[in-house]
């Protein structure tokens, strides 16, 4: 998977106010618990994304942060003030929805201008924000359209004006791009971004599309069963995933499972149940980890190489038969087995015009950088 972001990635700066945070949240459905005591801390004119399976309590968060839930137990905060008892439409937010939730029967204009007129905003000053709206979103050609004259993008695109034109201190994103069709769907994602930073304004985006997430975010929350398994930039939750269930969920990956073999400040030599000898050097903020563990190995497709010849060096290198070859244009995806019964995906820059055949011969390696090793659970 590639990590080209739509907007240039850079460190959150950690003494910023905070716009969001939840202590030791819990919300618990007739006896089912679906958010398990998480804390999050959310940065004021931060990305976030939370990213997870179906079912990993996600959209939960993002509701209780809405005020559509209210915390079983913990508190929830928006700069600084409890929210626990402030209901929805009083809470300084606004939720952009998956299904843009537009009036069928007001214009665009109409639409977005709606939240200004239930607060009673003089008529003067809702013309000149429902039009800076607009013009945020390159809307303006159509403020006289009703919604089922637009197209996908562009019912989200008035959806997105009619929160922000309401000045709210964050932006709730609910899988805000998941109706729409690939090519339209990465489109909007430049928009959105453009939008967050010409906005300024805290964004909070739900969704499962872990490329969605890589792209456009400054921090990432990786939920699993009502808990956090790992904060980090996309940098970190990609390249340095803390565990084997994140390494697998965002992107793909290849995980042999071994025992550690010997171990120290620079290597960690590694058996697979396979048989196989792997050498791994340890990321500096790792433990150093003991002798006789059971170990995870971790290789990104992208960072395998592939030969016809074997190479000069035999660390991480093994011989194998490809399996199935897949043109993806850009990309090749290659499935390669290996002689210990192993299978490798692999992602290679498209660069030759000839592919090789299925069952051609070759071997496999990656540098001893280009892998991660996780004590197992």
Request: with cysteine.
């Amino acid at each position: 998977m590639s990590q080209t972001s739509v907007k240039e990635q850079h460190s959150p700066d950690t003494t910023a106010q905070l716009d969001v945070e939840l202590r030791k949240v819990f919300k618990v459905f007739n006896g089912e618990t679906a958010v398990r005591g998480i804390d999050l801390n959310i940065r004021r004119g931060e990305f976030f994304s939370i990213l997870g399976p179906s079912g990993c309590g996600k959209t939960t968060t993002l509701r209780l942060v809405a005020g559509f839930e209210s915390p079983s137990a913990g508190e929830v905060l928006i700069q600084g003030q409890p929210m626990n008892q402030i209901p929805p439409h009083r809470r300084p937010v606004n939720t952009v929805f998956q299904s843009y939730a537009l009036f069928s029967h007001l214009t665009v204009w109409e639409n977005i201008a709606f939240g200004l007129r239930l607060k009673k905003l003089k008529g003067v000053e809702v013309e000149e924000r429902v039009k800076q709206a607009l013009k945020q979103v390159k809307m303006e050609a159509y403020a006289n359209r009703f919604p089922a004259q637009l197209s996908g993008g562009q019912q989200q695109r008035v959806a997105l004006a009619r929160a922000l034109v309401n000045r709210p201190t964050v932006i709730l994103l609910d899988e805000p791009l998941g109706a729409l069709d690939f090519k339209l769907r990465k489109e909007m994602q430049v928009e959105l971004s453009n939008l967050h930073q010409e906005s300024g304004l805290t964004f909070i985006m739900v969704t499962h599309d872990q490329e969605e997430a890589l792209s456009l975010s400054d921090r990432i929350a990786v939920m699993r069963g009502g808990k956090i398994e790992q904060i980090g930039t996309p940098t970190e939750i990609y390249e340095c995933p803390r565990t084997t269930f994140v390494a697998d969920f965002i992107g793909d990956t290849n995980l042999f499972r071994g025992r550690l073999e010997s171990a120290d400040a620079s290597t960690l030599e590694i058996v697979t149940t396979t048989g196989l000898k792997m050498v791994v050097e340890p990321k500096p903020e790792q433990d150093i980890f003991s002798h006789a563990q059971d170990v995870v190995v971790i290789v990104r497709p992208e960072k395998i190489r592939l030969s016809l010849t074997p190479p000069s060096s035999t660390i991480n290198c093994f011989e194998g038969r490809l399996q199935h070859v897949m043109y993806l244009g850009t990309h090749v995806h290659y499935v390669v087995e290996l002689l210990s019964g192993d299978r490798l995906t692999v992602m290679l820059p498209n660069t030759t015009s000839k592919l090789p055949d299925p069952h051609t011969p070759v071997y496999a390696r990656w540098a001893t950088t280009d892998c991660l090793a996780l004590q197992e659970p």
